[in-house]
């Protein structure tokens, strides 16, 4: 076994995961800030936003799952160009790729909420979550989702364009 890949691989998953929880953890202190609430509002047996929360959470993580394939090829290019300051490297792709990631996934989200807004224009979709009106939620939850599926291919396009990628070669004969 190559121990530099082994510790590589091993760095490369903690940090997935630190950044992770931090990333949800950020994306659910927004999103109490967003709907106003105190955190003992989901606590009142709220179904509605439960639904709600869990959703755009599952979004986000859908989103950012993609990158890490991208951060994880683009590895092979800095273990050739970047030999001494590997590990430096691929936290500064990886925090920079997620991060874009995650401020793209505010939009997506933003988006969609935006969209349903105008499809809805005589429903007050705080309100009705606050209300807990699980059609709403599902409703939400749904154009997110999908809007997100839809989205995740140009998203990982769009961020592959920060990570390292293999020179082209410069003319053939």
Do not use: C, R, W
Request: charged letters at 15%; a neutral charge.
């Amino acid at each position: 076994m190559n121990t530099d890949v082994f510790y590589l691989a091993l760095s490369q998953l903690i940090l997935s995961i630190v950044l992770a929880i931090i990333i949800f953890f950020i994306s659910y202190k927004i999103l109490i800030k967003i709907f106003k609430l105190k955190e003992e509002n989901l606590n009142d047996s709220n179904l509605a936003l439960s639904i709600f929360f869990s959703g755009i959470i599952f979004s986000t993580g859908y989103l950012l799952s993609g990158i890490i394939p991208s951060i994880i090829n683009s590895i092979g290019m800095l273990k050739i160009h970047a030999k001494d300051t590997l590990y430096v490297e691929v936290l500064k792709y990886s925090s920079i790729s997620l991060f874009v990631g995650f401020l793209l996934a505010g939009v997506i989200h933003f988006s969609a909420f935006m969209l349903t807004k105008s499809l809805t224009k005589h429903v007050d979709e705080v309100g009705e979550l606050k209300k807990n009106n699980l059609a709403v939620a599902i409703l939400l939850t749904t154009i997110i989702i999908s809007i997100t599926i839809i989205a995740k291919d140009s998203l990982v396009f769009l961020i592959e364009l920060f990570l390292p990628q293999p020179e082209a070669a410069e003319s053939i004969g």
